[in-house]
């Protein structure tokens, strides 16, 4: 089964909390960066996993830029693992976060 409304806004808020929007400079504020990663059993993210898997509406240094405090949301917030179901592992083991100007959006 797909990961419910609920599962993917539980993850989304735990990321949004450690989302510091006021460490990105100007361009990175405005654009939109996918950061991609693997999560273990436990909901831990994989740090070596963590990668740009695209980005629109600036620079690629921009991007780097963003996804630099993307990473470190991911990273702090999920130290002690994402609340997520663990018969759902095989859904949620590989995640996409859209990091945007207007929040954080985990597409389906």
Same mark, same amino acid.
């Given at each position: 089964? $797909?990961?419910?409304?609920?599962? &993917? #806004?539980? !993850? @989304?808020? /735990?990321?949004?909390?450690?989302?510091?929007?006021?460490?990105?400079?100007?361009?990175?504020?405005?654009?939109?960066?996918?950061?991609?990663?693997?999560?273990? $059993?436990?909901?831990?993210?994989? &740090? #070596?996993? !963590? @990668?740009? /898997?695209?980005?629109?509406?600036?620079?690629?240094?921009?991007?780097?830029?963003?996804?630099?405090?993307?990473?470190?949301?991911?990273?702090?917030?999920?130290?002690?693992?994402?609340?997520?179901?663990?018969?759902?592992?095989?859904?949620?083991?590989?995640?996409?976060?859209?990091?945007?100007?207007?929040?954080?959006?985990?597409?389906?």
């Amino acid at each position: 089964d $797909p990961l419910t409304l609920s599962e &993917r #806004d539980g !993850l @989304r808020f /735990a990321i949004q909390n450690c989302w510091n929007m006021g460490m990105l400079t100007v361009e990175a504020s405005q654009m939109t960066v996918s950061v991609g990663f693997s999560l273990s $059993p436990s909901g831990v993210p994989d &740090r #070596d996993s !963590l @990668r740009i /898997a695209g980005y629109r509406g600036g620079s690629e240094a921009g991007a780097q830029q963003a996804f630099d405090v993307a990473r470190r949301a991911i990273l702090l917030c999920g130290q002690a693992g994402f609340d997520l179901p663990a018969s759902k592992y095989g859904r949620w083991r590989d995640v996409v976060v859209d990091f945007r100007p207007d929040g954080i959006e985990i597409p389906q």
